[in-house]
């Protein structure tokens, strides 16, 4: 390095003539301090400095040398190794996270951001976002929820495919969800059922068009006069529990569910790896665990204080509800059939519900129920195929042959009176 160069900034190339004009007596201490916007203290010791020093002694002290707060270059190559092996699709945010967790290397996002994008580490770029219209959230905690199923490779080729059904409070961002085969009418039921159990009834429920939460059918000429829409089964539960469903027109209506789904399949997915999980009964009991923590780090007060969540009802009348509900007619003998299956109705026969109309239920497991105005009522399967009356047959009879006589017809037979009466 040339040691006659002298590397200043801008601020201390400005200083540099001022200063010298002091030196040279052609102005005074007080003008100089004026015009940098310095004291007269300061600018008599940067007057002794540059006397001494010459023009390096208006550079900072501490420019080229490290920070006393930098980090050991051994502890930075150290970390860059563990992300390079362990987290190289890890943001700086969650990779700091887990190697405070996992490997008790407490650094600040910024640093290992830094690291990382000085050795090229940074997979991905922010995209701009187009300009959207705010929605405020709901004032209250349990005023309205979003709910959506979120298909992705959660299990990263690890186990079965698995969907996500997710739920977020639209006041405190509070979430939940539970994992399941596939996005279906059972899923969505026993999901709300297990959210209602553990949190209480919401306000409202915001979600999609899909066919499982809103009805593909054309209204019936009943409906129409009625001014009312056809209503699928979803629907139909949460109108019996006094829930509004408020069906959304875009996937950036719902936004906070969709940036929440997000957000679970970048950090989650991530957590379950390092965890190991293979199964749906792993992963729904790793997510219990990893909400709580969620939770506790992103969830906000809401504006105005109070849960507007409303108590479950108790005992079997929350499964009544949401389940799947189907009409059907007793017939003469007490049977019903649902599904490709006959029930028979207990004791066998029941006059009185002969022609009468009932509800069948079926749970999101699969069971099955008989509701007669409110009340369950006592059933059992028939097999498939019923026993039929075995009817010996009747011993075989010889036919008896008469021989064949031809046969005239009298002379008053009508037959006769019309012939006679052409001729």
Same mark, same amino acid.
């Given at each position: 390095?040339?040691?006659?160069?002298?590397?200043? =900034?801008?601020k201390?190339?400005?200083?540099?003539?001022?200063?010298?004009a002091?030196l040279k007596k052609?102005t005074?201490?007080?003008?100089?301090?004026?015009?940098l916007?310095?004291s007269?203290r300061?600018?008599?010791?940067?007057?002794?400095?540059?006397?001494?020093?010459?023009?390096r002694?208006?550079?900072?002290g501490n420019?080229?040398? =490290?920070?006393?707060s930098?980090? @050991?270059?051994?502890?930075?190559?150290?970390?860059?190794e563990?992300?390079?092996?362990?987290y190289?699709?890890?943001?700086?945010t969650?990779?700091?996270?887990?190697?405070e967790?996992?490997?008790?290397?407490?650094?600040?996002d910024?640093?290992?951001?830094?690291?990382?994008?000085?050795e090229?580490?940074m997979? +991905?770029?922010?995209r701009?976002?187009?300009h959207?219209?705010?929605?405020?959230p709901?004032a209250c905690?349990g005023?309205?929820?979003?709910?959506?199923?979120?298909h992705h490779?959660w299990?990263?080729g690890?186990? @079965?495919?698995?969907?996500?059904?997710g739920y977020?409070?639209?006041?405190t961002?509070?979430?939940?969800?539970r994992?399941?085969? =596939?996005e279906?009418l059972?899923?969505?039921?026993?999901s709300f059922?297990?959210y209602?159990?553990?949190?209480?009834?919401p306000?409202?429920?915001?979600?999609?068009?899909?066919?499982?939460?809103?009805?593909p059918?054309e209204?019936?000429?009943?409906e129409?006069?009625? +001014?009312?829409?056809?209503?699928?089964q979803f629907?139909?539960a949460? =109108?019996?529990?006094g829930?509004?469903?408020?069906?959304a027109?875009?996937?950036?209506?719902? !936004?906070r569910i969709?940036r929440?789904?997000?957000? #679970?399949?970048?950090?989650?997915v991530?957590?379950?790896?390092?965890? +190991?999980?293979?199964t %749906?009964?792993? /992963?729904?009991?790793? %997510?219990?665990?990893?909400?709580?923590?969620?939770?506790?780090?992103?969830?906000r007060? /809401?504006?105005?204080? +109070?849960?507007?969540?409303r108590?479950?009802?108790g005992?079997?009348l929350?499964?009544?509800?949401?389940? *799947?509900?189907?009409p059907? *007619?007793?017939?003469?003998? !007490?049977?019903?059939?649902?599904?490709?299956?006959?029930l028979? #109705? %207990?004791?066998?026969?029941?006059?009185p519900?002969?022609?009468?109309? *009932?509800?069948?239920?079926?749970?999101?497991?699969?069971?099955?129920?008989?509701?007669?105005?409110?009340?369950e %009522?006592?059933?059992?399967?028939?097999? $498939?195929?019923?026993?039929?009356?075995?009817?010996?047959?009747?011993?075989?009879?010889?036919?008896?042959?008469?021989?064949?006589?031809?046969?005239?017809?009298? $002379?008053?037979?009508?037959?006769?009176?019309?012939?006679?009466a052409?001729?």
């Amino acid at each position: 390095m040339n040691e006659g160069i002298v590397t200043m =900034s801008q601020k201390e190339l400005q200083r540099l003539p001022v200063l010298e004009a002091v030196l040279k007596k052609q102005t005074m201490q007080v003008e100089a301090a004026a015009c940098l916007e310095l004291s007269t203290r300061q600018v008599r010791r940067l007057q002794g400095r540059l006397k001494s020093q010459g023009p390096r002694g208006l550079v900072h002290g501490n420019r080229g040398r =490290s920070s006393n707060s930098a980090k @050991p270059e051994k502890l930075q190559r150290q970390v860059l190794e563990l992300i390079r092996e362990e987290y190289s699709d890890f943001g700086p945010t969650l990779a700091s996270e887990k190697l405070e967790e996992r490997h008790r290397i407490i650094l600040s996002d910024e640093t290992v951001r830094r690291w990382m994008r000085a050795e090229g580490l940074m997979n +991905g770029r922010r995209r701009p976002r187009p300009h959207r219209q705010w929605r405020e959230p709901s004032a209250c905690y349990g005023q309205m929820i979003q709910m959506d199923g979120s298909h992705h490779d959660w299990l990263e080729g690890r186990g @079965p495919k698995l969907v996500l059904m997710g739920y977020i409070d639209d006041a405190t961002g509070k979430a939940y969800g539970r994992f399941y085969d =596939s996005e279906d009418l059972p899923a969505a039921l026993d999901s709300f059922q297990r959210y209602c159990r553990l949190y209480g009834i919401p306000q409202r429920v915001y979600l999609d068009k899909h066919t499982i939460y809103r009805s593909p059918k054309e209204p019936t000429v009943e409906e129409q006069l009625q +001014g009312k829409d056809p209503q699928s089964q979803f629907e139909r539960a949460l =109108s019996e529990l006094g829930v509004e469903v408020i069906h959304a027109n875009s996937p950036q209506a719902k !936004g906070r569910i969709e940036r929440l789904f997000k957000t #679970l399949q970048d950090r989650l997915v991530k957590e379950m790896r390092l965890a +190991g999980i293979q199964t %749906l009964e792993e /992963a729904n009991r790793f %997510l219990k665990g990893f909400l709580a923590r969620h939770n506790r780090r992103f969830s906000r007060a /809401a504006r105005q204080p +109070g849960n507007l969540h409303r108590p479950a009802p108790g005992g079997k009348l929350l499964d009544q509800v949401l389940c *799947v509900k189907e009409p059907r *007619v007793v017939t003469n003998d !007490g049977t019903i059939r649902i599904n490709g299956e006959q029930l028979q #109705l %207990l004791p066998a026969g029941l006059r009185p519900l002969a022609k009468k109309g *009932v509800t069948v239920t079926i749970s999101p497991e699969g069971r099955m129920g008989v509701l007669y105005e409110g009340k369950e %009522l006592a059933y059992r399967v028939l097999p $498939a195929e019923r026993p039929r009356r075995q009817v010996e047959p009747e011993p075989f009879k010889a036919a008896r042959s008469f021989p064949q006589m031809a046969r005239k017809p009298a $002379a008053d037979h009508p037959w006769r009176k019309s012939l006679c009466a052409q001729r």
